[in-house]
Nanobody, 124 residues
Framework: QVQLVESGGGLVQAGGSLRLSCAAS????????MGWFRQAPGKEREFVAY????????YYADSVKGRFTISRDNAKNTVYLQMNNLKPADTAVYYC?????????????????WGQGTQVTVSS
């Protein structure tokens, strides 16, 4: 079992920044690729970014490329999502997820564990 807890969400004005954290516990963190997803009210869950087990490979949705950065600190069992130049369209609940593979995936159904989510609200 892997437990994931997100933090760092909040209210920010357009153009601002937030850094989300996802702390993992349970099984060995380095066995899992990690992903970030988000879900706005009435919308389907949307892929944001993933990072490989070692952190050497990252991949981003087109909507966040150049603005968001995913990273991980395996010594701290934590994955991060740095979000810059936030837009109102980024408003959503953000979830981290763990996948027992070397690489991540853009498909939510390919992840094994999920956190409870953290709310990000961007005002115009």
């Amino acid at each position: 079992q892997v437990q994931l807890v997100e933090s760092g969400g909040g209210l920010v004005q357009a153009g601002g920044s937030l850094r989300l954290s996802c702390a993992a516990s349970g099984r060995t963190f380095t066995n899992y690729a990690m992903g970030w997803f988000r879900q706005a009210p009435g919308k389907e869950r949307e892929f944001v970014a993933y990072i490989s087990r070692s952190g050497g490979t990252t991949y981003y949705a087109d909507s966040v490329k150049g603005r968001f950065t995913i990273s991980r600190d395996n010594a701290k069992n934590t994955v991060y999502l740095q979000m810059n130049n936030l837009k109102p369209a980024d408003t959503a609940v953000y979830y981290c997820a763990a996948r027992s593979r070397l690489y991540g995936s853009s498909r939510s159904d390919e992840y094994d564990y999920w956190g409870q989510g953290t709310q990000v609200t961007v005002s115009s």
